[in-house]
């Protein structure tokens, strides 16, 4: 499972199971005692959820960093630079074979 989805999936848990508590023990209005689940299980994903932030800030950064490469060979080769443009060619080429064996 992606990280980013753990990480969502266990702040939404956080949130069910504090908002449970809330319900049986105060006598608030069902909206206050949502509120305060939401502050409570953000307040606990900064403590309980670490790793899950850590893995799936690595995957954002991983992706964004694969992106702005991506972005650095298509300006290149859009300014000119035949090498840039031969790259992409032979990345295109190897991820049309890799999905190709994925799917077979």
Known sequence: MKPAVKYALGRLGLFLVV??????TTPLNILVKAMVALIAASGLS?????RWR??????????AARRAAEKARLRSALAGDDYAAAEGDRVTAADIVEHAKRDA
Do not use: W
């Not at 900064?46 to 670490?50: E, S």
């Open 19 to 24: 908002f449970a508590v809330l319900i049986p």
């Open 46 to 50: 900064l403590i309980l959820l670490r």
């Open 54 to 63: 850590d893995e799936s800030a690595e995957q954002f950064g991983e992706i």
